[in-house]
């Protein structure tokens, strides 16, 4: 027979007042009750804990030592169980994110200061990684949840879409396409074109637009952040196609962004996760400021 956490609480509190009628009066017990608990928890232990001096109830020899033990038993128990309570509560744990630099810079920053609003003692450590980074941080368990835009290949993790991203043109103010409403990718493949580098989800939707419009681009030069790819078209270098996440952050840089048509490019971004039952409290709760669910 084992010993349970309730049969401990009545052995202390008995100890404590060497009355069964004061120790059921704390527990909300009845006498009978408490005796059967201690019964069977002397049986559990081998041995009487307690023995009788006129109408007190007194600790044997083994019950005094067994006190301490159980009293230490029960705070390690209501620490651990009052330290997962806060953590369901979420007013503890960690919250881990993989997250593209494009939504990284800008969008979560907002996100995470609501969050942080609502759940100020969760820890939070961001990962701003490209898109294959993302996948691979979410599979190895470094992040709980990945942003990025859906991939090829799940590999048996889940996707939930949040939006829809359409691809955009960017040019400097002085560029002759600068005065167009809309620009079509061949536009775009008469000039020096700056692109993502080879291997890249935005390079293959970028060479995918550019080869169905029927006309061969001009690269000039790769770069490995979208970010980088704003500040070539800055200096001059030429132009691109980006992903409208990063629509603000190209106007800071005083460039002109225009949609993008024949073919429009348009690209889920949602969450990546293992499973939504594995998922901690506070990546359940970032996951429902995602969707709105």
């Not at 009628?21 to 408490?34: E, G, M, N, T």
């Not at 559990?44 to 006129?54: E, Q, V």
């Not at 980074?133 to 991939?151: D, H, K, N, T, Y």
């Given at each position: 027979?084992?010993?349970?956490?309730?049969?401990?609480r009545?052995?202390v509190?008995?100890a404590?007042?060497?009355s069964?009628a004061q120790?059921?009066?704390?527990?909300?017990?009845s006498?009978?009750?408490?005796s059967?608990?201690?019964?069977?928890?002397?049986?559990a232990?081998?041995?009487?804990?307690?023995?009788r001096?006129g109408?007190?109830?007194v600790l044997?020899?083994?019950?005094r030592?067994?006190?301490?033990?159980?009293?230490?038993?029960?705070?390690?128990?209501?620490?651990s169980?009052?330290?997962i309570?806060?953590r369901?509560?979420?007013?503890?744990?960690q919250?881990r994110?993989?997250v593209?630099?494009?939504?990284a810079?800008?969008?979560?920053?907002?996100?995470l200061a609501?969050?942080?609003?609502?759940?100020?003692?969760?820890?939070?450590?961001?990962?701003?990684?490209v898109?294959?980074?993302?996948?691979?941080?979410?599979?190895?368990?470094r992040?709980?949840l990945?942003?990025?835009?859906?991939?090829?290949?799940?590999?048996?993790?889940?996707?939930v879409?949040?939006?829809?991203?359409?691809?955009?043109?960017v040019?400097?103010?002085?560029h002759?396409?600068?005065?167009?409403?809309?620009?079509?990718w061949?536009d775009?493949?008469?000039?020096?074109?700056?692109?993502?580098?080879r291997g890249?989800?935005?390079?293959?939707?970028?060479?995918t637009?550019?080869?169905?419009c029927g006309q061969?681009?001009?690269?000039i030069c790769?770069?490995?952040?979208?970010?980088?790819?704003?500040q070539l078209?800055?200096?001059g270098?030429?132009?691109?196609?980006?992903?409208?996440?990063?629509?603000?952050q190209?106007r800071?840089?005083?460039?002109?962004?225009l949609?993008?048509?024949?073919?429009?490019?348009?690209q889920?971004?949602?969450?990546l996760f293992?499973?939504?039952?594995?998922?901690?409290?506070?990546?359940?709760?970032?996951?429902?400021l995602?969707?709105?669910?």
């Amino acid at each position: 027979m084992s010993a349970t956490i309730k049969q401990l609480r009545a052995f202390v509190v008995v100890a404590r007042s060497r009355s069964l009628a004061q120790a059921s009066a704390q527990l909300h017990s009845s006498q009978p009750a408490l005796s059967i608990a201690i019964r069977n928890l002397e049986e559990a232990t081998g041995g009487p804990l307690f023995s009788r001096d006129g109408r007190q109830l007194v600790l044997t020899p083994e019950g005094r030592e067994f006190l301490v033990r159980a009293e230490q038993l029960l705070n390690s128990w209501d620490q651990s169980l009052d330290a997962i309570q806060q953590r369901f509560r979420l007013e503890r744990g960690q919250l881990r994110l993989a997250v593209i630099p494009a939504f990284a810079l800008n969008r979560v920053p907002s996100l995470l200061a609501d969050f942080h609003q609502k759940f100020p003692q969760i820890n939070i450590v961001l990962e701003d990684v490209v898109m294959e980074r993302v996948v691979e941080a979410v599979q190895e368990g470094r992040a709980e949840l990945g942003i990025s835009f859906r991939p090829d290949e799940l590999g048996g993790m889940e996707f939930v879409p949040f939006e829809r991203d359409r691809f955009i043109a960017v040019v400097p103010e002085e560029h002759i396409l600068a005065e167009k409403k809309t620009i079509r990718w061949r536009d775009l493949a008469t000039h020096p074109f700056i692109s993502m580098n080879r291997g890249s989800a935005v390079r293959r939707w970028t060479d995918t637009a550019l080869d169905q419009c029927g006309q061969a681009a001009q690269y000039i030069c790769e770069a490995n952040q979208l970010s980088t790819i704003g500040q070539l078209v800055r200096a001059g270098l030429g132009i691109s196609a980006v992903p409208s996440l990063c629509e603000a952050q190209m106007r800071e840089y005083g460039l002109i962004c225009l949609p993008l048509t024949a073919p429009a490019v348009m690209q889920e971004v949602g969450a990546l996760f293992k499973s939504r039952g594995n998922l901690s409290a506070p990546a359940s709760a970032f996951l429902e400021l995602l969707t709105g669910q």
